[in-house]
């Protein structure tokens, strides 16, 4: 047995005694309340996110009921459950998990009154044995959904009611909670949650499992802040039960195999992702072999064979699901959940593994598949991100473009406190080296061993990859920062062979430190530079952006002869605001494309003009005219009505079908 210290901020500690902690990740985020965000693209966002998508959170759940449901629940006034989902509880966790990190930032009174208000009520709803799901605790009738229909008794229907899917988010919340404020008012709930929960599932009891996955994630905080291994133990439970057949072997989620001999990602794909995250957790903390060999052939098959280009995961609408290999329709599903659930499982890849792989593909789902899923305005989501749209087609949940709610709005909750807490995937530490691992203008103090560092970066990325980051520890010493070399700069858009580059053309990026050019070793992706550094040091980083030109592999048929065009980290897509139906580009590949920054454009963005033929039909004739033609980044599309939309374009005729 060991004493475990946790320092949880503030001015809190909880000191408790727990089994030994065998293991945990080898590399340390620095914490997101530390890095302060200077840059106008995420602070815009994260701002956004604290003035408007906050708020108008708080109102849709209040407006529709989800609130009320915990207030009818605790019997403070009479009403019925309201709501098509069971696990509509969660969008409130969620937003209060949001609502924390932003707390932990900006101390607003009304924030915290707010968050305050809304425990009591989920506290006074919980039942006194500890359990929390709305839905039940009202006996709701009037599901109209059958996955999640009403059951006569608690955990009759776990595949459907996701009860422990509501669980997880609380628990994630309310650690948020407690490290943000310092109070156990919510904590207290969820552990009393989680304690019945074990009680009835732990070693030795019901043998149930989640339909759908989250609760691990939950776990598995509760465990770091508590320090009580029992929490840990319950999330690798729920993980190895899976493959008996619990849930009658299911693919949809993921109860097909064994976990640890799961090879091909299959079935819903935010349940899946959280899943793949959990294990990472797990194979962190107890060094589990198995696990680490699952989640490292997870993710080879997933960017090998099934991630869109804008990092969106889950290419099928049917059971929001990954498809086959390669089956990557550009009338993608990529759920902006699945997306964010993929930044949770990427960045759990890199703390375990080390290698920039990792966090290229994370960079990859921040700026494109990810950030696309909330509109500018902050009060208006997408649920599905397809990569081509003719802007009538109802993809999103019944619209041809952004809404402000759902039925089931899961994606604009999780956007609201996935966005609060974008600065903790910047930088890392790992005893005396600190990796940068996102260019976003920012500021950071490091504990480095005994020593104090600041750091500091200026960078007009992702527009342009000029980075300057200044170095200044409290005492000079020697230490290592590594600076990630991303791999479009390399040639490599994704670490697969899923998409190339047709214009493969690598340029080292330039590196000076002090104003004098080196040649720093590479090592898993990174620029390393050891050496005694002291106040100030200014280490210039050009990473070269040029418009890349992208091809899809060979399976991937419906990108036969199109290209996807980027530039720096951003996927770019062509919309008929600018250029007419986009289904009559054909792109001249050979032409040259050129940048320029409009900072009149939504929001100001690099955009891409190229040549192109554009066609025309009429009922006897076909002709087609030259034409320069204007692509923005795929994450601000559909801003400025509906209108067809398309990231991967024709460069030469492969088929003509006329009828
Ligand atoms: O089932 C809960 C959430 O709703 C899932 O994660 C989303 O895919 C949506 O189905
Ligand atoms: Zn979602």
């Known amino acids: 047995m060991k004493r475990l210290v946790l320092n949880i901020g503030i001015t809190l500690l909880v000191v408790t005694t727990v089994a030994a902690q065998q293991s945990d990740y080898p590399i340390t985020p620095v914490d997101f309340t530390r890095v302060k965000i200077t840059d106008n693209f995420w602070r815009s966002r994260m701002e956004t996110n604290e003035k408007v998508t906050i708020p108008h959170a708080i109102k849709k759940n209040r407006e529709d009921g989800r609130v009320d449901n915990f207030i009818f629940a605790a019997g403070i006034k009479k009403g019925k459950w309201k709501g098509a989902f069971g696990f509509n509880d969660t969008d409130v966790y969620k937003t209060l998990e949001g609502m924390a990190f932003t707390y932990q930032l900006n101390r607003s009174e009304v924030l915290s009154k707010e968050m305050d208000s809304l425990i009591y009520y989920i506290g006074a709803a919980q039942l006194p044995d500890g359990y929390l799901y709305t839905a039940w605790n009202l006996r709701a009738r009037n599901y109209n959904d059958a996955w999640c229909m009403y059951r006569e008794k608690p955990y009759d229907f776990l595949q459907g009611s996701h009860e422990f899917y509501n669980s997880g988010h609380m628990y994630e919340a309310a650690v948020a909670h407690y490290l943000a404020t310092g109070k156990k008012n919510f904590l207290d709930i969820a552990l009393k949650n989680a304690d019945h929960i074990y009680e009835l599932f732990g070693p030795g009891k019901i043998e149930a499992i989640p339909g759908h996955q989250e609760i691990e994630i939950g776990l598995i905080k509760l465990y770091r802040i508590t320090g009580s291994a029992k929490y840990l133990e319950l999330a690798k439970l729920f993980l190895d039960r899976r493959g008996k057949g619990i849930l009658k072997g299911q693919t949809g989620c993921q109860d097909h195999k064994p976990v640890i001999e799961q090879d091909e ?49 889950g290419a099928i609408y049917r059971g929001e699901a990954y498809g086959k290999d390669y089956e990557l329709p550009n009338l993608a599903y990529a759920e902006t959940c699945a997306a ?27 700026y494109n598949g990810m950030i ?19 802007g009538k087609q109802t993809f999103n949940k019944g619209a041809a473009g952004r809404s402000e709610w759902f039925d089931c709005s899961c994606c604009p909750t999780n956007d609201v ?34 020593n104090k560092v600041r750091i500091e970066q200026q960078t007009g990325y992702p527009w342009n990859g000029t980075i300057r980051t200044t170095v200044s520890p409290a005492r000079s010493s020697e230490f290592t920062v590594n600076f990630r070399l991303p791999g479009w700069t390399q040639g490599k858009p994704v670490p697969s ?8 053309r690598v340029v080292n990026p330039v590196v000076k430190v002090n104003g004098i050019a080196m040649d720093a070793p590479v090592d898993k992706g990174y620029i390393k530079i050891n050496r005694k550094w002291k106040k100030g040091d200014v280490v210039e980083l050009e990473l070269p952006m040029e418009v890349k030109k992208v091809t899809a592999h060979a399976n991937v048929e419906n990108n036969h002869g199109r290209i996807a065009l980027e530039y720096g980290p951003l996927v770019y897509c062509f919309e008929e605001n600018d250029n007419g139906p986009v289904d009559r580009i054909i792109l001249d590949s050979e032409a040259p494309f050129t940048v320029s920054f409009d900072s009149g454009l939504l929001g100001g963005v690099n955009v891409i003009t190229a040549n192109a033929s554009v066609y025309t039909v009429d009922d006897i004739d076909i002709s087609s005219a030259r034409r320069t033609v204007k692509a923005i980044p795929y994450y601000a599309w559909n801003h400025r009505g509906n209108a067809s939309m398309a990231v991967w374009i024709p460069y030469r005729i492969e088929k003509l079908i006329i009828r």
């Open 497 to 504: 062979d899923l998409y190339t580059y047709m214009n493969n």
């Open 265 to 313: 990602a299959v079935g819903h794909a935010v349940r899946a992702n959280y899943m793949y995250t959990a294990m990472a957790d797990v194979a962190a903390l107890t060094g589990d072999k198995d696990y680490i060999r699952a989640i490292d052939r997870l993710w080879e098959n997933v960017v090998g064979k099934k991630m869109y280009l804008t990092g969106g995961m």
């Open 372 to 390: 696309s899923g909330v509109s500018l305005c902050g009060t208006k989501f997408f649920y599905p991100n397809p990569l081509h749209s003719d």
């Open 340 to 366: 964010i659930a993929g930044v949770y499982w990427n960045h759990r890849m890199f703390l375990l593994h080390g290698d920039a792989k990792y966090m290229d593909v994370l960079e990859r789902i921040l």
């Open 417 to 450: 406190r996935f966005i609060s807490s974008i600065p903790g995937y910047l930088y890392a530490t790992r005893g005396k080296e600190v990796y940068v691992n996102l260019y976003v203008s920012s500021q950071v103090d490091l504990q480095l061993g005994k």
